[in-house]
């Protein structure tokens, strides 16, 4: 039976060379679902996948992970084609607006720490967020909650009795316990959106674990390591992309200090396809599996340990099932035609 497959976030970066590495493994026996925020790209990627796998299943998915009704309704389209979803990578994300610190970049440079900067980017990148038009922050909606809906509505379709599905989050080494509050879990206050979003998709991850085991539903966190994507380029935005290329020599060597330099997204996408040809319940919880890349160009993942608790974990899972249940009060009386009020008070 052909398993099948969904990607946010599929049209480019990691997602598209995940999708391009899931094909080139079983072309055939896959039905593989892009879900993508636009169409347009969404075409060009299913194409240039049709084109190295002509007789490949591929289907697409209109869905904006940052628009809670737009998730509703995409998952609402899955229910209606498939009985069943064996594997859901949440992969979609953003950084939007970041402000790359210089000095502590120099700062870091010259310091014991310079390997785990090049790695984790700590101290040295901040993010202005935005808000969503249901009055969500940008960041924690497009990365996590949108994601957690998704989640919550493909329920039927992930538990079923005497079968296991995967539930895969591209996460990141720059999520920093240090950036998340449980008092502010959307990061309204503060300047490291992003981290904060990521740390808490690692805990979210153990928390649906602890929900979802008995019912035969495993979720599993990744970190790409640092890959050449449009995020990245959008860092240094005065920077064309070509002179990044001029600096892959440098990144090259960098790579012999951290293997975390994965560089390419076909590298990047390595334990997001590692974790999908093992058997889930045999993976680790409080693990996050690393892509990496050796000074030679070898591919590997590792499992690492991370620093999260059960009982944190408990509480944001409660936290995001309360923010649920206020986001579908707020969209049902503005349905209504009841006067809304914004979620911001959330
Ligand atoms: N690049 C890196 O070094 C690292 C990346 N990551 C993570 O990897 C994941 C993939 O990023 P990467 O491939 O690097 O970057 P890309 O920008 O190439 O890919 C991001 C993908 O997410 C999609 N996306 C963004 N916002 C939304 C939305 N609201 N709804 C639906 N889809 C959306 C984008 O669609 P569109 O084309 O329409 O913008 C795009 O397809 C992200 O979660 C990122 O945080 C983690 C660690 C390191
Ligand atoms: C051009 C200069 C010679 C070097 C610039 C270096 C920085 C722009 C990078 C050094 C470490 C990088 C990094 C990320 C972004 C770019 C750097 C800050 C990430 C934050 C990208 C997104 C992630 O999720 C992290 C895992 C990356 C960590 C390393």
């Known amino acids: 039976m052909s398993k099948v497959v969904l990607v946010t976030g599929a049209n480019s970066g990691i997602g598209l060379a995940l999708c391009e590495r899931l094909l080139s493994h079983d072309a055939e026996g896959l039905q593989l679902c892009l879900a993508c925020r636009n169409m347009q790209r969404a075409q060009a990627a299913r194409s240039a996948l049709l084109a190295s796998h002509p007789r490949a299943q591929v289907a697409l998915l209109q869905m904006d992970t940052s628009s809670i009704s737009s998730v509703i309704a995409a998952a609402q389209e899955v229910k209606l084609r498939y009985n069943r979803l064996d594997c859901l990578y949440l992969n979609a994300g953003i950084m939007p607006n970041p402000q790359f610190d210089i000095r502590a970049f120099f700062r870091g440079l010259f310091s014991s720490r310079v390997v785990s900067m090049f790695a984790t980017a700590e101290g040295i990148l901040t993010q202005k967020d935005g808000l969503t038009a249901d009055g969500l922050q940008e960041v924690f909606t497009t990365n996590l909650f949108g994601h957690f809906v998704l989640v919550r509505e493909l329920e039927p379709l992930l538990c079923h009795a005497g079968l296991t599905s995967q539930l895969i989050w591209t996460s990141s080494s720059n999520a920093h316990r240090s950036a998340f509050s449980m008092g502010d879990i959307q990061h309204r206050r503060g300047t490291q959106p992003y981290s904060s979003s990521k740390y808490a998709s690692d805990l979210l991850s153990l928390a649906l674990n602890t929900h979802y085991n008995k019912r035969g539903l495993y979720s599993s966190v990744i970190c790409p390591g640092f890959v050449m994507t449009s995020l990245t380029y959008g860092i240094l935005p005065s920077f064309?992309?070509?002179?990044?290329?001029?600096?892959?020599?440098?990144?090259?060597?960098?790579?012999?200090?951290?293997?975390?330099?994965?560089?390419?997204?076909?590298?990047?996408?390595?334990?997001?396809?590692?974790?999908?040809?093992?058997?889930?319940?045999?993976?680790?919880?409080?693990?996050?599996?690393?892509?990496?890349?050796?000074?030679?160009?070898?591919?590997?993942?590792?499992?690492?340990?991370?620093?999260?608790?059960?009982h944190t974990s408990q509480d944001l899972f409660e936290k995001l099932l309360q923010l649920e249940t206020e986001v579908d009060r707020v969209c049902s009386s503005a349905a209504d035609g009841r006067t809304a009020y914004s979620t911001t008070c959330l």
């Open 240 to 310: 064309p992309t070509f002179l990044w290329t001029l600096f892959m020599p440098i990144f090259w060597l960098i790579r012999i200090l951290t293997n975390t330099f994965t560089l390419t997204p076909y590298n990047g996408a390595e334990a997001l396809f590692w974790l999908f040809k093992q058997k889930p319940e045999s993976l680790d919880p409080q693990a996050k599996y690393h892509s990496l890349t050796s000074g030679l160009g070898r591919n590997y993942t590792q499992a690492r340990r991370m620093d999260v608790d059960l």
